[in-house]
Every structure is written in structure tokens, then in C-alpha cells.
T-cell receptor
Framework: GQSLEQPSEVTAVEGAIVQINCTYQ??????LSWYQQHDGGAPTFLSY????GLEETGRFSSFLSRSDSYGYLLLQELQMKDSASYFC?????????????FGKGTRLSVIA | DAGITQSPRYKITETGRQVTLMCHQT?????MFWYRQDLGHGLRLIYY???????DKGEVPDGYVVSRSKTENFPLTLESATRSQTSVYFC?????????????FGPGTRLTVT
């Protein structure tokens, strides 16, 4: 099976940089995804890494190290609207139809 | 409207009752999913479907039934609701199961079982 570990809560100051880590255990690996969810809202896709390295999308970047079974989401120039929960997700089994498994989420609080 | 919709958005039901949550998507995505979200557990997969008439169990399928007679609809039925099924239920769809594997989520149904 698959399992993911991420911190339950992170607090950061507006304008700062925050990193949310995710470690995973899978049998096989097809990629690491990140989703954002505001309170009362639905999860929305942020990023996807299939290969090692950094993917940048505006203020958000996501990193993957397959040898370490580790990834992180980096948020720069934090804004109050970035306060949300962030989930890493992995599809790791050998079957092409295996669905995503989500971590339990990290609640990010951005403070002034 | 285009997108993925869920109904009802809020539902209160009694223990033992059957309740069906509806999910409809207009993108003709092949894959559809049902998740439940509870504090401390994140998103847990209940059932998913790769195409019409193809469904498979996820992590927590007990007590739930799904069907998919049409590509755009994926209803979830709680055959005999229990208090432990009080949760927020999200439906999602995806064009494929490869590559970016981006899932699009509906707005959710908040279900309370009394």
C-alpha cells in the first residue's frame, strides 16, 4: 500500500517563505501531487512532479526527490489568502488504474 | 453550467435510512471518484470508476454502493446510514489516470446522520 506523512500544522508570517514537507512510502511510483483546500471549499490542484527536481508555478514551487521518497511544496511571498490546508498525494502501485492516495493535510496559517 | 456538481449540498438523515448523493460532470471525464473527509483523516477514497459500468473499491467502501450507468453521473448510496458516516463527501473527476492526473473536485456534500 501507500502512506504519506506531512506536518499537521504550519504557521508563517505574511510575506515570508514556507516549506511543507511530504514523505511517502509506495510500491512503485507514478508522481507526487499537491492540492490546496480553503476552509469550506473543495480541494484544487496545485502541482505535479513525476521527475526529480523543482517545478515552479508563480509563487508556488514543488520539489521531488524519488531516491529519498520525499517532496515539498514551497510557498513564497506568503499572502493571507494562502491560509488553507495543503495535501500531498501519490499514486504508487504498479497498476495503471490505481487512484491517488492523499496525505492527511497540513493546515497553513498565515499571520500578519 | 460546465463543471462538476454535487447534490444535495447539505443533508440530515436518520440512522438506518438510505440516502443517495448525486454527482454530475459535464467534461466527459473517464474517471470519477468519491471521497469522504473527516478531521484528522484527510481525504479517503470510497469508490472510483474508470468508465461507465466499471467501478472499484477504494480505501473505505463498507456501507456504500455506487453505480455508473452514464459517463457523466456517479451516484453514491449509503444503504443504511450510520452515525460514523457523518462526513463531508467530495466527488471528483479526472480525464485520465496518467500524467498530471489532475482531479477536479465538486463542492462537496455535508452529511449528518442522527
Amino acid at each position: 500500500g501507500q502512506s504519506l506523512e506531512q506536518p499537521s500544522e504550519v504557521t508563517a508570517v505574511e510575506g515570508a517563505i514556507v516549506q511543507i514537507n511530504c514523505t511517502y512510502q509506495t510500491s512503485g511510483f507514478y508522481g507526487l501531487s499537491w492540492y490546496q483546500q480553503h476552509d469550506g471549499g473543495a480541494p484544487t490542484f496545485l502541482s505535479y512532479n513525476a521527475l526529480d527536481g523543482l517545478e515552479e508555478t508563480g509563487r508556488f514551487s514543488s520539489f521531488l526527490s524519488r531516491s529519498d521518497s520525499y517532496g515539498y511544496l514551497l510557498l513564497q511571498e506568503l499572502q493571507m489568502k494562502d491560509s488553507a490546508s495543503y495535501f500531498c498525494a501519490v499514486r504508487g502501485a504498479h497498476s495503471g488504474n490505481t487512484p491517488l492516495v492523499f496525505g492527511k493535510g497540513t493546515r497553513l496559517s498565515v499571520i500578519a | 453550467d460546465a463543471g462538476i456538481t454535487q447534490s444535495p449540498r447539505y443533508k440530515i438523515t436518520e440512522t438506518g435510512r438510505q440516502v443517495t448523493l448525486m454527482c454530475h460532470q459535464t467534461w466527459s471525464h473517464s474517471y470519477m471518484f468519491w471521497y469522504r473527509q473527516d478531521l484528522g483523516h484527510g481525504l479517503r477514497l470510497i469508490y472510483y470508476s474508470a468508465a461507465a459500468d466499471i467501478t472499484d473499491k477504494g480505501e473505505v467502501p463498507d456501507g456504500y454502493v455506487v453505480s455508473r450507468s452514464k459517463t457523466e453521473n456517479f451516484p453514491l448510496t449509503l444503504e443504511s446510514a450510520t452515525r460514523s458516516q457523518t462526513s463531508v463527501y467530495f466527488c471528483a473527476s479526472s480525464e485520465s489516470n496518467s500524467g498530471r492526473y489532475e482531479q477536479y473536485f465538486g463542492p462537496g456534500t455535508r452529511l449528518t446522520v442522527t
